[in-house]
């Protein structure tokens, strides 16, 4: 069958969320984000998967991945900061979009999209991009909680200190600063 | 008495000089302020890692008129040294930057680039390429022009201008008593009009009015407006605003006026890299454009472009070696026109600016417009409608003496840009756009979005049984509405996955009925749906309308985890004085939960690997994960498939323009375009990550079952919420009390969530 060579066994695909390593040596996962091995022409990928465990070995611990910017998206990002910084809010966005069509997939980059529309008191579009970053960073806990603070950070933008604070919790719970 | 009438006619005679005085340099003046806007595709973007061959890299330059050649000698030209190019970048301007000329190497290997660097042997980590131009929004009198400053325009092509038509310009003062006694002598001989004896600055007056009959009356109005802009402007002024005014060509409704645009039209570059032989090439085409076009009747022109250089060689503007070397060139011309490849997309830039922008303000303001098209998308998109409408037409079973027709819509989904609009099977022609104006049923494409809607409801899985068995609706009016399966088989109990992925109808009502039409309809609003549908039940077949540019605004969302954005082709807008006046920056809004849409992308998968998306399959590469849905309307009148991968989402519609039927599925007509346009772009597959709380279970396609490989054949990889309860397969040795995946999955999360305590 022709989907064959795409479909692990069941019990690898049901747990290679959760301990990518175990399966490692197997072809990949069906729908599993598999960073950095088909990359396209639109965008490198730059997600770290963990390294693979030698056969026999005790996978490693958790099944966190660690987004990255790659070296053309984090040029771009701190042009951004650059541009942000002098006021040229338009043209900050204009460079992280360089950066997202490079990298569309990278949580971190709609994180800092997110934070350039906090900074023009944009906190609903804030609040949305905050969003997409969590949608994308599952499995790397320290962009979930980027996600989450940048989420926390346009509700209280918008006086909903409550939402604000359990969102600020959850990053907290993710990766502790 | 005499002098009385003498008097008068005099003093009417000078107030009419005047009148043509104010009139011409009145013309003059406000010239100098129309510009059509100029609209960009996106630039590409060329950074480490990106897996672009040399030989396309070099495919990319060309498609800018990038010259290659052995030594880089001026902006605009390349040269390839193994795995190296190094390209003299022309001086460009973006959107959020003015940049200057520019050297870059480019290293490549197996995987495509793999570093920059500038001049300086420094490290680069992105440098992207100047933006294709693809047109102008030019006034409906339909003269477009792109204007030039002198220091654009390359010394040689006044000098060839001044020495072919008019020998005395620097001298004369706006006419030329001997070059009209030398035209009346050589007319007279050869006995019909060879030589007007107009100077440049009477071309120009002829051209500012638009006369072209030739009568006395209007020569002298002519010699007296020429004389009177000879008096008020300099003849650099002049010579620059002959270059950038006059008719060089036209195509289909848009006059190509100018040098600057002549030269983008013909070569597809700017003026200022055109050398001897394309220089003379245009000055030939001054005489006659329509006569001398150089696309129709190029022998015509290559012998009166060579009688141009023997003039400029006879008259020292060039040497006789250079004259002889340029006459052995072929012509050199583009086989398309530059600026007309894109029509539908064109349409779909100006519809969006009208919003904010006069028409005036595009077409005289000098705006530059920088816009999402891909150039390669829209060539993949092209080429695929033209080739598989052919061949459909070629196969047809019905065979009406009409040809089909077809329309395509390419997004990036993430960011919601459009990168390519093919508005019809006649790629070039400006005419109908189907992918914004026809507005067909969409059939089966709605189907998704009743299972999203069912899958939101928390009572329905990809596993979940349904059944595929006959409706009876009862209308008002005593009427019934009793659908039929495409085949008008019943197939039973069926799992939501197969029910999908066959676009089974009986088993699709009954999950639409269930739902509810008004929780259909407000799915289909929130992705994007913008007129309310009406709620009658053929709507859960499809007997909505939208055009393929809605279809891709409701499937981009699909497409983009349950994110809408509005769909854009225009990323900003850019005065004439460089400032940036408008931005359409990327915008998200939620409009479905991460888990409800992965769950349902993964159902469009196995529509992909086993159901009615499955042709497309031998297409694609193996390894690409994609998902989709085909779409037929009642009769075959509509062919749709709207489908997606990691990095594109292609919306096609094949039909016939007065909906008689096509006798093509949406698997048959559009699917093949589909797959096409995708396998031709360079695709990344599919790969949203998995939201916590669902895992992958697989179940027999045909019952829904829970199984493993050895113990069912037939079997499907599905996404369903951690703890649901699916039957296993008897015989599978899964536990007695029901479900591994669960009891595996609870355990994990367990153990995962105590990691991050």
Redesign the interface.
Known sequence: MKTGGRIASTACSALVAIVLAACAGRPPAPYERTPGATPGTRSPGSAQPPAPAAPGERPPAPAARQYRLGPAANALVAQAHTQANGGEFAGAAATLERALRIEPDNPLLWVELGRLQLQQDNAAQADSMGRKALSLATGDPDAQAAAWRLIADSLRARGRNGEAAEADSRASTLSPR | MLLGLLGVAAVAGSAWVLYLDLLVTRQFEGRRWTLPALVYAAPL?L??????PAAELAHELERLHYRRVTQLDRPGTYRINGGRLDVALRPARF??EKRDAQLLSIFTGADGIESLRDSAGHEV??M?LEPLLIGSIFPSHGEDRIVVTPQEVPPLLPAALKAVEDRRFDSHRGVDPQAILRALWVDARAGQIEQGGSTLTQQLVRSYFLSSRQTLGRKVREAIMAIALDAHFTKDDLMNAYINEIFLGQDGDRAIHGFGLASQFYFGKPLAELDLPEIALLVAVVRGPSYYDPRRHADRVLARRNLVLKELAEQHVVSAAEAAQAARRPLGVSPRPAGAYYPAYLDFVRRTLRRDYRDQDLTEAGLSIYTSLDPRAQDAAERALERELARLDHVKKHAPDHSLEGAVVVT?P??G?VIAIVGGRDVGYDGFDRALDAHRAMGSLVKPFIYLGALESGRYNAATVVQDQPVDVPLPGGRHWRPENFNHDVNGPVPVVRALADSLNLATVGVGLDVGLPKVAETLQRFGLERPPEQVPAMLLGAVNVTPLEAAQLYNGLAN???RNPLRAV??VIGADGK?LK?F??????VAT?EAVYQLD?LL?AVM?RGTGRSA?PLLP??L?VAGKSGTSSEFRDSWFAGFS??DLTVVWVGYDDNTPTGFTGSAGALPVWAHIMAG????????????GL????IEYPTGLRA??GCAEDRV?V?VPAGVQVQPKPGCGFPDNGNL?TT??DR?HQ??HE???
Request: negative net charge; hydrophobic residues 40%; aromatic residues 8%.
């Open positions: 973007e950074y480490a890692g990106l897996p672009l959107p959020d980590p992105v992207r990036e993430q960011s840009d985890g349950g994110f990323r900003a940036a931005a920056p990327v915008q998200v809004t939620q991460p993964r998968i690997d399959r193996a390894q994960v990691g990095s772009l360079n695709e990344r597959s599919w790969n949203a990550p998995m939201p916590d895992v992958d279970i697989e493993l490989p990889s996404a995946t595996l999955t994990a153990w995962i990691l991050f305590r």
